[in-house]
């Protein structure tokens, strides 16, 4: 056995209901690492949640003829935190009563905050009108929040791609994320959307979290067909497919020292 890999599990939809059926007596005795892990997963699917927010919104966001778009941090959030239940069965408005380690409690409702205030950050841009691309898209969302999160937890959040697909420098995967890309199925598995693979490495030092992000429909006016031609941001098109692997968002935790 690699001895950087001293054990690998990966968790889906159907693994975390049979997980709860058969543990819910014993989820509190949970260890540091399955509480580490979870929270990575949890983090990363919130700031999935955010990207897939604005995603839907882009057509709105992108409207030359229209000033106000009423897309506030608010309205964000309120459809960040419905999404996020129905993917998690988490409701971040009663975070105190919900099954997540206690570590997760704090990170996730900070997370909330700054993913809030990327949109802040937009407001003046979106809502001026006479054109369209703003810059206010998913990666860039991605990238700010994380970036933030980072210097405020100081827990290593971001999002990355497999070599060849990297547009900006800064999400160049590192080693590790390079060596979990080339495990991952290149399409998505349909029936678990939000597998995610979670390792210990560095002898127990860190948990890291990659959530894939798979390509959907509205993705692919930026990083879909014609490869090469380029799509309103200025990069060159990938020629993805709907449901091509696209990147991941990566997380990596130390885990919190057991308990007396
Ligand atoms: C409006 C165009 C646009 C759309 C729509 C879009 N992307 Fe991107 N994507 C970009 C740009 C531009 C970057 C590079 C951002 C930067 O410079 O940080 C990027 C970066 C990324 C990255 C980070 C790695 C990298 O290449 O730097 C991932 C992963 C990614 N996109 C996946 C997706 C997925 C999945 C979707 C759909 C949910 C999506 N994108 C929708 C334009 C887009």
Redesign the pocket.
């Known amino acids: 056995m690699n001895p950087r890999t001293p054990y690998t599990f990966v968790i889906n939809r159907s693994v975390i209901i049979f997980c709860l059926l058969i543990w819910l007596p014993v989820l509190a005795a949970a260890g540091p690492m399955e509480d580490a892990s979870e929270t990575g997963r949890l983090l990363a699917i919130l700031l999935d949640t955010g ?2 927010a604005i ?1 839907k919104k ?1 057509d709105l966001i992108n409207d030359a003829s229209k000033a106000n778009k009423g897309f506030t941090s608010d309205i964000f959030e309120r459809q960040v935190a419905e999404e996020f239940q129905q993917r998690t069965g988490i409701a971040l408005a009663n975070l105190d009563a919900a099954q997540v380690p206690a570590m997760a409690k704090p990170l996730l409702g900070r997370l909330m905050q700054e993913s809030k205030k990327t949109i802040d950050t937009y407001q003046s841009v979106i809502n001026v009108p006479g054109f369209a691309y703003k810059g206010l ?4 969302f991605g ?1 700010e929040t994380a970036a933030r999160f980072q210097s405020w937890s100081g827990i290593y959040m971001k ?3 497999p070599s060849h ?4 420098p ?2 160049k995967p590192d080693e590790y994320e390079a060596a979990v890309f080339s495990k991952f199925t290149t399409t998505a598995p349909p029936e678990a959307p939000d597998t995610v693979f979670t390792e210990v490495t560095d002898e127990g030092k860190y948990v890291r979290v990659l959530l894939p ?4 429909r ?2 692919l ?3 879909g067909e014609p490869k090469g031609q380029r ?3 200025g ?1 060159p098109r990938e020629g993805a497919k709907e449901g091509d692997l ?2 991941a968002i990566s997380v990596k935790l130390t885990p919190p020292a057991p308990a007396e």
Do not use: E, S, W
Request: net charge positive; proline share 3%.
């Open positions: 990207r897939a995603a882009q898209i998913p990666a860039t990238t999002q990355t791609a697909l990297v547009r900006n800064r999400n992000l798979f390509y959907q509205a993705c006016a930026c990083h799509d309103i941001t990069y696209g990147g």
